[in-house]
């Protein structure tokens, strides 16, 4: 940037290729401004994760660490039994509402894994209301913008309708709005300081992309505008919640995954790879909760992800340098090479 133009008292920058491999990459390029400055987390507490991708992650790997994640062990409440599938912000809002208020949908909007009927009983209602009494700490992740909804009483399912139960003259797709999405997550808020006024609560945006969309354009496009839709609701409710609140938080677990690596997702397209996994939920435990390894280690354990097993080739002009690499994984080159081969990548083609 010019040294003509203002630039203020803060600023940061987009990270290039040799920033993501410098020593303080984590601390300025992955988590400046997202993190607590000591752990909330202890594993005395009760969390509870609800939603898909980064919320099932990091419940596993704390519950491995000995933690108490209630809602992982839980077998009664659909939040315990079926958390990866309350992805959208209105099925979130809706067994919050549920639990704490009594509020049930008016028609059946609710289906576990074989598109079986999930009715909002007294008994798990209860069990449900219990999970969430007891949290210290609720992780929300949020998976995708595109509804399906009942046009007649409005009410939103968790994903897709049952093909036994689809009405064409009263269920829709649609994509939900960014006021929509934000006035859930600002309700959902609401709802959980009411009562957990003390709860720690992180939010969260999975990485990993719908398998499909209803709309007639292409997945990329429509799983990009799905999840930049998210991201920016999710960020006007950081900004607007976090400067009044200490106990209420954003990850980057998205923003991590997503553009920290080179390769994040498995060949399919259907997963993250999995030491990316496994870095991004010890980089949660090693800020919010009681760190295991020192900063050298999980910086080690960043880089080795970005290029281990699974990472993405690296591009042609640095092929000759892996030439004789037998190991995995390979070994950057240091970073005066690093800058050579931009020089005369930049120099442009010598042949034909």
């Excluded at 400046?32 to 987390?41: E, T």
């Excluded at 200490?246 to 997503?258: C, E, K, V």
């Excluded at 498995?266 to 949660?284: A, E, G, S």
Aim: proline share 8%; charged share 25%; aromatic share 10%.
């Amino acid at each position: 940037m010019s040294s003509k133009f203002h630039i203020g008292d803060t600023v940061n920058f987009y990270p290039s290729e040799e920033d993501l491999e410098a020593d303080n990459a984590i601390e300025d390029y992955l988590v400046r401004g997202f993190v607590p400055d000591a752990p909330l987390l202890s594993r005395e507490g009760r969390i509870v994760t609800i939603g898909p991708c980064f919320a099932q992650a990091v419940g596993r790997h704390l519950l491995d660490q000995g933690y108490r994640v209630t809602s992982q062990k839980d077998t009664i409440s659909y939040i315990g039994r079926f958390g990866d599938k309350i992805g959208n912000t209105f099925a979130i809002r809706g067994q919050l509402e549920w639990a704490w208020t009594g509020t049930a949908p008016a028609t059946d909007l609710w289906h576990g894994y074989d598109a079986e009927r999930l009715p909002p009983s007294e008994d798990i209602r209860a069990s449900t209301r219990r999970l969430l009494d007891g949290a210290e700490a609720i992780v929300l992740t949020l998976g995708n913008a595109e509804i399906w909804q009942d046009e007649a009483t409005g009410g939103v399912f968790w994903g897709a309708v049952p093909a036994d139960q689809f009405d064409a003259a009263r269920h829709r797709f649609r994509v939900s709005t960014y006021q929509e999405n934000l006035s859930n997550l600002m309700e959902i808020y609401r709802l959980i300081r009411r009562n957990r006024p003390q709860a720690v609560i992180v939010t969260s945006l999975g990485a990993v992309p719908p398998p499909a969309t209803f709309r007639d354009v292409a997945g990329l496009a429509a799983s990009t505008s799905s999840k930049s839709m998210l991201r920016s609701a999710l960020d006007e409710f950081f900004r607007v919640v976090a400067p009044r609140d200490p106990n209420f938080h954003y990850f980057p677990s998205y923003d991590i995954a997503r553009y920290a690596f080179p390769q994040p997702l498995t060949p399919d397209h259907r997963r993250l790879q999995p030491q990316i996994v496994d870095f991004i939920t010890l980089l949660f435990e090693h800020y919010y909760a009681v760190p295991r390894i020192g900063h050298d280690a999980l910086r080690s354990m960043f880089r080795s992800a970005r290029w281990g097993e699974g990472a993405r080739a690296r591009p042609r002009d640095e092929a000759p340098l892996a030439v004789e690499q037998t190991q995995s994984p390979p070994k950057r080159p240091d970073k005066a090479t690093r800058r050579q081969l931009r020089a005369n990548k930049a120099a442009g083609p010598s042949g034909p």
